[in-house]
């Protein structure tokens, strides 16, 4: 049976480090955005009427319920779970000892608590993802961590079982990705031009991303192509049962995620993609010659490479016939979408059922390999016993979650309900708040198509101005600022402004949150904004407005004497606001952001906190808030490596 020991820990550890950025990222965000003098105070989302504590949790599951027994109000307990979640992924993420099935259900439980009251900052793809991946990894997990001079050979035969829907997630999440952008009917996709305008319209792009986007228009249409190749054709072949085939998969799926990260800040995203492709790969992948030594495979790795060539040979025959490239009398490559919509449709209501079952055969493959394994291979009565009953129950758990995963993955398209299980439909809308399941599929739409629309804030002291401009740390705003490197951390108002910036201020009612508190200087909410290049940095504004842009990076020709950017203003996106303006305190009231007008006055309840706890929160607060965001994300990482390498010499010289 193939071993995956080494593998399974590499997913583990992998998965600590996006936790550990998933926390971090977020706890440096809860005063501004959740704090009770924040944008959206995460208090409006625990008033319950229930009385006892179980219903409580029954109508919102979260532990922020636990606060006034132990002394807290919810802002400073949200900073307790956050801190947890930094010290158990930091844990993980230095010692494989910590990395236990415990361990991770405390991570899931602590980010799912915080999802809970997340409201519009928390509902992105990558939080879902996260806790999906996170539930996972609770079953993949060991129960308790067994040292070197304990653990047996191999790993146990139910590990393949539960690792196997580490990829089953995987392949949901890239051939959903893919589908939608097609299924959607956009015209940048379907004309292999939306690279041209990704780089420049994304929310947050990268210096690289200028670069990118120079590129020639037929590399660019060609790089779109390939993306669908990656995204839909590629996929499939995660199942296929030769190593080597998934292996090339495996490699080129990390460099469409690299490719990502280099020109655009998605955050722990990526790495966590790139940490779920570890389900690809196996231990020989890693110690082949060890794993290989005294066997007589010659034959079999020639037959293994014929079969890689001859699939990808056909993955590439197909590219070029699906996509039409060829080489135009000017010397350069073009490339078209060959098929249409209604060809599309055929066959992607043949792909849904085929991929389910699909799967379910390598399931079934795997499950017969682990419990042979468990006959053959596992020495004594009681351990083949014990060995066949807990692969039975990973079984079980497996085929579960694959059978409730099918609910949303069959939407892709009609002919999915076909492979749906009716008792399944059942179990997923009972257990759909909790997300172990999701329905995937980012930019399904390319926006920006005129130009990247860009909401910019302008205070005044006068109505009639002049208007002076607040500064975000890192969405474009300043034409001359240089795009940021940003990711892993992920600053949320930043990209929830991108969205705002695609509808109406009606559409984002917490952009009223926003506006009252910079005309009343929340120092909290002003820390999430570019704090260096506060036009009002002694007393706020008395006026307010928004102003919509559209925004282009400047061509090659101009860069290099000019700014990155260039826009041109569209008009008004919402009107002039003042702090006393009897609409926007009517608003924030039925938000109930703010108390009712008979109850007037400080929203603030950290009298309920106790004294020692709230002096040494604040003083952990303290200290963070004078490192910038992402660098305190990758200092934190950076101490972990050290921790490692210091641990890792330490042990080696210790058994010299």
């Not at 844990?91 to 991570?107: D, I, N, R």
């Not at 539960?162 to 990705?177: A, K």
């Not at 709230?614 to 003083?619: G, V």
Request: include cysteine; charged fraction near 15%.
């Amino acid at each position: 049976m193939t071993q995956i020991r080494y593998t399974r820990n590499l997913f583990l550890r992998g998965m600590s480090i996006v936790y550990l950025f998933a926390f971090t990222s977020f706890y440096v965000q809860i005063p501004g955005l959740y704090g009770n003098n924040g944008v959206l105070p995460a208090r409006t989302q625990l008033d319950s009427k229930a009385k006892t504590l179980s219903a409580r949790i029954h109508t919102k599951p979260t532990l922020l319920w636990l606060a006034p027994y132990i002394g807290l109000d919810t802002e400073y307990m949200m900073d307790v779970l956050a801190l947890l979640g930094i010290f158990l992924a930091f844990t993980g993420f230095v010692s494989q000892k910590f990395c236990t099935a415990p361990s991770f259900a405390g991570l899931w439980s602590l980010y799912y608590s915080l999802y809970q009251v997340g409201q519009t900052f928390m509902w992105f793809q990558w939080d879902i993802l996260l806790l999906e991946a996170g539930f996972l990894s609770i079953l993949v997990a060991p129960l308790r961590y067994r040292s070197y001079s304990r653990r047996r050979a191999t790993a146990s035969p139910s590990d393949s079982v539960s690792f196997w829907l580490v990829r089953w997630l995987l392949f949901r999440l890239m051939f959903q990705s893919g589908v939608v952008k097609l299924t959607s009917g956009c015209p940048t996709w379907w004309g292999l031009s939306a690279l041209s305008i990704h780089f420049e319209s994304q929310c947050i792009p990268t210096s690289l991303a200028w670069y990118a986007h120079q590129l020639p228009t037929w590399f660019l249409r060609l790089s779109t192509a390939l993306t669908f190749v990656i995204e839909i054709g590629l996929p499939l072949l995660f199942f296929f049962p030769v190593r080597s085939v998934r292996v090339v998969a495996f490699f080129c799926q990390v460099f469409l995620q690299v490719a990502i990260i280099v020109t655009g800040n998605y955050n722990f995203f990526n790495l966590l993609t790139i940490v779920l492709c570890t389900s690809l790969l196996d231990d020989e992948f890693f110690y082949r010659r060890r794993l290989q030594k005294g066997r007589s495979n010659a034959w079999s790795g020639i037959i293994s490479k014929l079969v890689t060539l001859i699939v990808y040979g056909a993955v590439l025959y197909a590219s070029y016939v699906f996509f039409s490239i060829r080489i135009s009398p000017s010397q350069i490559i073009d490339s078209d979408v060959a098929f249409t919509k209604h060809e599309f449709d055929w066959a992607l209501s043949r792909a849904v059922p085929a991929s389910v079952y699909i799967a379910l055969g390598s399931l079934a493959i795997v499950v017969g390999e682990a419990i042979s394994t468990c006959i053959l291979d596992v020495p004594g009565t009681f351990g083949k016993v014990s060995s066949i009953l807990s692969t039975l129950f990973y079984t079980s758990a497996a085929c579960f979650i694959f059978g409730i995963s099918t609910i949303p993955y069959s939407s892709l398209h009609p002919a999915g309900n076909n492979t749906v299980i009716p008792a399944f439909r059942y179990w997923h809308s009972r257990l759909d708040h909790l997300h172990l399941t999701n329905s995937y599929g980012l930019f399904r739409r390319m926006t920006g198509v005129g130009g990247r629309p860009e909401v910019i804030l302008e205070g005044s002291n006068h109505i009639d101005g002049p208007w002076l401009e607040y500064n975000f740390q890192y969405k474009p705003g300043n034409v001359n600022s240089t795009p940021p490197f940003v990711a892993p951390h992920q600053p949320r108002l930043d990209w929830q402004m991108w969205f705002a910036a695609l509808g109406t201020y009606h559409q984002n009612p917490w952009l009223m949150s926003l506006a009252y508190r910079l005309l009343n200087g929340q120092p909290e909410v002003l820390q999430l904004l570019d704090t260096s290049q506060n036009p009002f940095p002694t007393k706020p504004p008395k006026y307010l407005k928004a102003s919509l842009y559209h925004y282009h990076f400047t061509p090659w020709s101009q860069r290099w004497s000019g700014p990155w950017w260039k826009r041109e203003k569209v008009g008004e996106y919402f009107p002039i606001f003042s702090r006393d303006h009897p609409p926007l305190l009517d608003y924030l009231r039925n938000m109930k952001i703010l108390p009712p007008a008979s109850q007037h006055g400080a929203t603030d309840s950290s009298s309920q906190v106790a004294p020692w706890l709230k002096a040494l929160l604040d003083r952990l607060r303290y200290l963070v808030s004078h490192v910038e965001s992402s660098l305190l994300v990758w200092s934190i990482f950076s101490a972990g490596c050290a921790i490692i390498t210091t641990t890792g010499t330490s042990s080696a010289a210790t058994r010299r």
